[in-house]
Structures are given as structure tokens and as C-alpha cells.
């Protein structure tokens, strides 16, 4: 007697969409990251340019949208120095 209906139908529904969830996550990952390094690159041009406040303002927005990024020590170390800088300005009255 043969069966007509498969055993296990949702197993096959699931296994045969795994390949496209994977795609969309390395897809969120990649454009994570460019996002991520966007960030950094604007971070870095603003305390070359001396716009400490608006350093601090950026790392404070990239540490919610991004608390576990690679990039993370990165931009607090900058945040960092932008304090510092916005300190002393305001000790030497620039």
C-alpha cells in the first residue's frame, strides 16, 4: 500500500527555506557592518574637524543602535577624547 501524503512535510517546508533565512541574515550582518564603519568614518572626520560635541552626540547614538559592535571600544575612546577636548576649551576659554 502506498503512502500518499509525506511523512514529514513541515521538516521539508523548513529545510528547503533554510538556505534563503541564512542569505538574509549574512545580508543583515554585511550591511550592519557598512553601517557600522560609516559611523566610524563620520565620527573620525568630526574630531578632525574639531566638532567634539557632535563627536560625543554620534558615538552616544552609536553605542544604543550598536551596544555589541567590534567598533565599540573604538568610538568610546574618541568619545573619550572629545570630552577631553571640549574640557579643556572650556578651562582656556577657546
Not at 557598512?34 to 567634539?52: H, P, Q, S, T, V
Amino acid at each position: 500500500m502506498l503512502n500518499n501524503h509525506p511523512s514529514d512535510r513541515k521538516s521539508t517546508r523548513l529545510n528547503s527555506s533554510h538556505g534563503s533565512i541564512s542569505y538574509a541574515v549574512f545580508c543583515l550582518k554585511k550591511k550592519t557592518d557598512y553601517i557600522e564603519k560609516a559611523y566610524d568614518g563620520k565620527i573620525e572626520c568630526l574630531l578632525k574637524r574639531g566638532n567634539y560635541n557632535e563627536v560625543i552626540r554620534v558615538v552616544e547614538e552609536f553605542e544604543r543602535k550598536f551596544p555589541s559592535s567590534e567598533l565599540l571600544e573604538k568610538v568610546k575612546r574618541m568619545k573619550d577624547e572629545a570630552k577631553s577636548r571640549v574640557q579643556t576649551e572650556l578651562r582656556t576659554g577657546r
